[in-house]
Protein backbone atom coordinates (compact mmCIF):
# COMPACT_ATOMS: atom_id res chain seq x y z
CA UNK A 1 0.00 0.00 0.00
CA UNK A 2 0.87 3.44 -0.80
CA UNK A 3 0.20 6.12 1.50
CA UNK A 4 0.62 9.45 0.53
CA UNK A 5 -0.33 13.06 1.86
CA UNK A 6 -2.65 15.00 -0.43
CA UNK A 7 -0.74 18.02 -0.92
CA UNK A 8 2.13 15.75 -2.39
CA UNK A 9 -0.18 13.56 -4.28
CA UNK A 10 -1.74 17.36 -6.07
CA UNK A 11 2.15 17.58 -6.55
CA UNK A 12 2.53 14.83 -8.98
CA UNK A 13 -0.86 15.66 -10.54
CA UNK A 14 -0.33 19.32 -11.24
CA UNK A 15 3.08 18.59 -12.77
CA UNK A 16 1.47 15.48 -14.91
CA UNK A 17 -0.78 18.38 -16.03
CA UNK A 18 1.40 21.07 -16.83
CA UNK A 19 3.92 18.73 -18.81
CA UNK A 20 0.78 17.28 -20.61
CA UNK A 21 1.31 16.18 -23.45
CA UNK A 22 5.05 15.14 -22.92
CA UNK A 23 5.74 12.43 -19.89
CA UNK A 24 6.27 14.12 -16.67
CA UNK A 25 8.57 12.38 -14.07
CA UNK A 26 9.67 12.60 -10.58
CA UNK A 27 11.14 10.53 -7.31
CA UNK A 28 9.45 11.68 -3.77
CA UNK A 29 12.37 10.92 -1.45
CA UNK A 30 11.92 9.73 2.41
CA UNK A 31 14.02 8.79 5.35
CA UNK A 32 15.87 5.21 4.26
CA UNK A 33 13.63 2.01 5.27
CA UNK A 34 10.95 3.76 6.84
CA UNK A 35 8.61 3.85 3.77
CA UNK A 36 7.65 6.99 4.47
CA UNK A 37 7.75 9.75 1.39
CA UNK A 38 8.24 13.29 2.52
CA UNK A 39 10.39 15.27 -0.24
CA UNK A 40 8.75 16.01 -3.42
CA UNK A 41 11.71 16.14 -6.41
CA UNK A 42 10.23 16.53 -9.64
CA UNK A 43 12.65 15.72 -12.61
CA UNK A 44 13.44 16.37 -16.06
CA UNK A 45 12.06 14.53 -18.83
CA UNK A 46 15.11 14.42 -21.07
CA UNK A 47 13.47 12.79 -23.48
CA UNK A 48 10.58 15.36 -23.87
CA UNK A 49 8.37 12.34 -25.65
CA UNK A 50 4.43 11.95 -24.81
CA UNK A 51 5.77 8.42 -24.88
CA UNK A 52 8.96 8.23 -23.18
CA UNK A 53 10.31 9.75 -20.34
CA UNK A 54 14.21 9.37 -18.91
CA UNK A 55 15.99 11.20 -16.12
CA UNK A 56 18.36 13.52 -17.32
CA UNK A 57 22.03 11.33 -16.49
CA UNK A 58 23.19 14.08 -14.19
CA UNK A 59 20.23 15.12 -12.42
CA UNK A 60 19.87 11.20 -11.76
CA UNK A 61 23.31 12.11 -10.01
CA UNK A 62 22.76 14.61 -8.48
CA UNK A 63 19.66 13.61 -6.65
CA UNK A 64 20.94 9.63 -6.15
CA UNK A 65 24.05 11.33 -4.27
CA UNK A 66 21.27 14.02 -2.43
CA UNK A 67 19.07 11.26 -1.12
CA UNK A 68 22.51 9.38 0.14
CA UNK A 69 23.89 12.13 1.66
CA UNK A 70 20.62 12.82 3.52
CA UNK A 71 20.11 8.95 4.34
CA UNK A 72 16.83 8.97 2.09
CA UNK A 73 15.98 6.44 -0.38
CA UNK A 74 13.62 7.00 -3.30
CA UNK A 75 10.27 5.98 -2.04
CA UNK A 76 8.13 6.77 -4.56
CA UNK A 77 9.06 7.13 -8.67
CA UNK A 78 6.26 9.05 -10.72
CA UNK A 79 5.53 9.37 -13.73
CA UNK A 80 2.49 10.02 -16.28
CA UNK A 81 1.15 8.66 -19.31
CA UNK A 82 -0.56 11.40 -21.78
CA UNK A 83 -2.85 8.97 -23.95
CA UNK A 84 -2.70 5.63 -22.35
CA UNK A 85 -4.26 3.91 -19.18
CA UNK A 86 -2.04 4.20 -16.06
CA UNK A 87 -0.72 0.98 -15.91
CA UNK A 88 3.37 -0.48 -16.42
CA UNK A 89 3.90 -0.61 -19.89
CA UNK A 90 6.67 -2.86 -21.15
CA UNK A 91 9.13 -0.46 -20.64
CA UNK A 92 8.16 0.48 -17.20
CA UNK A 93 8.62 -3.12 -16.36
CA UNK A 94 11.81 -3.27 -18.01
CA UNK A 95 13.43 0.40 -16.44
CA UNK A 96 12.28 -0.49 -13.54
CA UNK A 97 15.56 -0.79 -11.14
CA UNK A 98 14.78 0.57 -7.63
CA UNK A 99 12.60 -2.73 -6.52
CA UNK A 100 12.05 -0.69 -2.85
CA UNK A 101 9.97 2.03 -4.92
CA UNK A 102 5.96 2.23 -5.20
CA UNK A 103 5.85 3.49 -9.01
CA UNK A 104 3.00 5.67 -9.28
CA UNK A 105 1.21 6.50 -12.78
CA UNK A 106 -0.75 8.67 -13.71
CA UNK A 107 -2.99 9.15 -16.41
CA UNK A 108 -3.45 12.87 -18.05
CA UNK A 109 -5.42 11.37 -21.00
CA UNK A 110 -9.22 12.75 -20.04
CA UNK A 111 -8.77 16.53 -19.29
CA UNK A 112 -11.20 16.35 -16.83
CA UNK A 113 -10.55 13.43 -14.90
CA UNK A 114 -6.86 11.85 -13.55
CA UNK A 115 -5.87 8.48 -13.11
CA UNK A 116 -3.60 8.19 -9.94
CA UNK A 117 -2.17 4.40 -9.36
CA UNK A 118 0.65 2.50 -7.83
CA UNK A 119 2.51 -0.42 -8.30
CA UNK A 120 5.28 -2.66 -6.98
CA UNK A 121 7.62 -4.23 -9.64
CA UNK A 122 10.01 -6.60 -8.72
CA UNK A 123 12.18 -8.20 -11.18
CA UNK A 124 9.25 -7.87 -14.20
CA UNK A 125 6.55 -8.80 -11.78
CA UNK A 126 3.41 -5.85 -11.68
CA UNK A 127 1.64 -6.03 -8.11
CA UNK A 128 -0.62 -3.19 -7.98
CA UNK A 129 -1.46 -1.92 -4.87
CA UNK A 130 -3.79 0.13 -2.71
CA UNK A 131 -3.07 4.12 -2.37
CA UNK A 132 -4.23 5.72 0.87
CA UNK A 133 -4.39 9.66 0.53
CA UNK A 134 -4.28 11.16 3.91
CA UNK A 135 -3.35 14.14 6.03
CA UNK A 136 -2.02 11.45 8.80
CA UNK A 137 0.57 10.28 5.82
CA UNK A 138 4.12 12.33 6.75
CA UNK A 139 3.99 16.13 6.30
CA UNK A 140 5.61 17.13 2.96
CA UNK A 141 9.34 18.71 4.10
CA UNK A 142 10.62 21.45 1.95
CA UNK A 143 11.84 20.64 -1.30
CA UNK B 1 45.91 1.31 -6.76
CA UNK B 2 42.16 1.76 -5.84
CA UNK B 3 39.17 3.11 -7.33
CA UNK B 4 36.14 3.26 -5.74
CA UNK B 5 32.96 2.18 -7.55
CA UNK B 6 29.71 3.23 -5.79
CA UNK B 7 26.68 -0.03 -7.03
CA UNK B 8 23.50 0.86 -7.08
CA UNK B 9 20.60 -1.41 -4.97
CA UNK B 10 19.55 -3.33 -7.88
CA UNK B 11 23.72 -4.67 -9.25
CA UNK B 12 24.50 -5.25 -5.20
CA UNK B 13 23.65 -9.02 -5.70
CA UNK B 14 26.69 -9.49 -7.57
CA UNK B 15 29.01 -7.77 -4.43
CA UNK B 16 27.25 -9.97 -1.94
CA UNK B 17 25.32 -6.73 -0.58
CA UNK B 18 28.47 -3.96 -0.28
CA UNK B 19 27.24 -0.23 -2.04
CA UNK B 20 30.98 0.19 -3.08
CA UNK B 21 33.66 -2.14 -4.12
CA UNK B 22 37.25 -1.10 -5.28
CA UNK B 23 38.86 -2.12 -8.36
CA UNK B 24 41.98 -0.82 -10.26
CA UNK B 25 42.68 -0.34 -14.01
CA UNK B 26 44.30 2.55 -16.18
CA UNK B 27 40.47 2.70 -18.29
CA UNK B 28 37.14 2.06 -17.37
CA UNK B 29 37.38 -1.01 -19.72
CA UNK B 30 40.24 -2.98 -17.36
CA UNK B 31 38.52 -1.64 -14.14
CA UNK B 32 35.21 -3.36 -15.24
CA UNK B 33 37.25 -6.58 -15.77
CA UNK B 34 39.17 -6.43 -12.51
CA UNK B 35 35.93 -6.33 -11.13
CA UNK B 36 34.16 -8.75 -12.87
CA UNK B 37 37.04 -11.46 -11.83
CA UNK B 38 35.72 -10.82 -8.42
CA UNK B 39 31.79 -10.11 -9.08
CA UNK B 40 31.02 -12.62 -11.51
CA UNK B 41 28.18 -11.14 -14.08
CA UNK B 42 28.50 -7.91 -12.89
CA UNK B 43 30.34 -6.75 -15.87
CA UNK B 44 27.39 -7.96 -18.53
CA UNK B 45 25.10 -5.63 -16.80
CA UNK B 46 26.87 -2.86 -17.63
CA UNK B 47 28.27 -3.55 -21.03
CA UNK B 48 27.32 -5.33 -24.10
CA UNK B 49 29.00 -6.45 -27.72
CA UNK B 50 28.85 -2.47 -28.44
CA UNK B 51 29.89 -0.93 -25.25
CA UNK B 52 28.65 0.59 -22.32
CA UNK B 53 24.47 -0.24 -22.00
CA UNK B 54 22.12 2.40 -23.16
CA UNK B 55 20.17 2.39 -20.16
CA UNK B 56 22.78 1.90 -17.34
CA UNK B 57 24.97 5.38 -16.69
CA UNK B 58 28.20 5.32 -14.94
CA UNK B 59 30.14 8.65 -14.03
CA UNK B 60 33.22 9.07 -13.05
CA UNK B 61 33.90 11.38 -10.27
CA UNK B 62 31.22 13.83 -11.43
CA UNK B 63 30.82 13.27 -14.89
CA UNK B 64 29.13 11.13 -17.27
CA UNK B 65 31.65 8.68 -19.14
CA UNK B 66 29.43 8.81 -21.93
CA UNK B 67 31.01 12.35 -22.89
CA UNK B 68 34.40 11.22 -21.85
CA UNK B 69 35.85 7.94 -23.76
CA UNK B 70 32.99 5.51 -22.58
CA UNK B 71 34.97 2.09 -21.79
CA UNK B 72 38.26 3.98 -22.92
CA UNK B 73 37.96 6.73 -20.36
CA UNK B 74 41.00 6.79 -18.30
CA UNK B 75 40.38 5.79 -14.47
CA UNK B 76 42.98 6.62 -11.55
CA UNK B 77 44.49 5.80 -8.14
CA UNK B 78 41.64 8.23 -6.11
CA UNK B 79 38.87 8.00 -8.67
CA UNK B 80 35.10 7.05 -7.88
CA UNK B 81 33.34 4.97 -10.58
CA UNK B 82 29.54 5.59 -9.91
CA UNK B 83 26.71 3.48 -11.56
CA UNK B 84 22.76 4.26 -11.45
CA UNK B 85 20.83 2.55 -13.52
CA UNK B 86 18.94 4.99 -16.32
CA UNK B 87 15.09 5.87 -14.57
CA UNK B 88 13.11 5.25 -17.54
CA UNK B 89 10.34 4.55 -19.08
CA UNK B 90 6.72 5.41 -21.00
CA UNK B 91 3.76 4.37 -22.38
CA UNK B 92 5.71 3.19 -25.59
Known amino acids: MLTLHPVLRDKIVAHARADHPDEACGVIAGPAGADRPERFIPMLNAQRSPTFYEFDSMELLRVWREMDDRDEEPVVIYHSHTATEAYPSRTDIAYANEPGAHYVLVSTRDPDDVEFRSFRIVDGTVTEEEVRITADAGEPVPE | MAIEVRIPTILRTYT ?51 FLGGLETPVKDGDTVTVL ?8
Do not use: H, I, M, W
Not at chain 2, 23 to 51: F, I, K, M, P, W
Not at chain 2, 85 to 92: D, I, K, Q, S
Open chain 2, 85 to 92: PAVAGGAA
Open chain 2, 16 to 66: GGAKSVEGSGSTLAELLGDLDARYGGLRDRLQDESGLRRFVNVYLNDEDVR
